[in-house]
Nanobody
C-alpha cells in the first residue's frame, strides 16, 4: 500500500487542522492505520490509531483534542486536530500496520507515508 499524507501547515495555538492520508494499492480497511509524529531532535512517537473494527487509540498527550477516522469509500484516513499547542509542532506521518493493534511503536509499522509538517505558533 502507498500512503500520501497532506493537510499540514502553520496554525496559531488553539487552532485546528485536518490531516488526510490517501492510500493506493490496497484498501485501508485491510490495515490498522495510524499517525505518528516526529519533532526536531526527538524520536518518532505514536499519536493515534484506528483498527479494522474502528476501535481507536490515542497518545495521552492528544487524547480529547485529536480524532482519527477512516473513510473506506475514499480509501482515506483523517486526523482532526483541535486545540493545537506549540508542542504539537512536528512532521506527521501516516502509517499502516498489518498485525497488532494499537501499533504504538514504529517497529510495528509495515508501511509509512511521507510526512507533512505541522507548525503551531504561540
Amino acid at each position: 500500500v502507498r500512503l500520501q499524507a497532506s493537510g499540514g501547515g502553520l496554525v496559531q495555538a488553539g487552532g485546528s487542522l485536518r490531516l488526510s492520508c490517501a492510500a493506493s494499492g490496497r484498501a485501508v480497511s485491510a490495515y490498522a492505520m495510524a499517525w505518528f509524529r516526529q519533532a526536531p531532535g526527538k524520536e518518532r512517537e505514536f499519536v493515534a490509531a484506528i483498527s479494522w473494527s474502528d476501535s481507536t487509540s490515542y497518545a495521552d498527550s492528544v487524547k480529547g483534542r485529536f480524532t482519527i477516522s477512516r473513510d473506506n469509500a475514499k480509501n482515506t484516513v483523517y486526523l482532526q486536530m483541535n486545540s493545537l499547542k506549540p508542542e504539537d509542532t512536528a512532521v506527521y506521518y501516516c502509517a499502516a500496520a498489518g498485525s497488532l493493534f494499537p501499533p504504538t511503536k514504529a517497529t510495528l509499522i509495515d508501511y509509512w507515508g511521507q510526512g507533512t509538517q505541522v507548525t503551531v505558533s504561540s
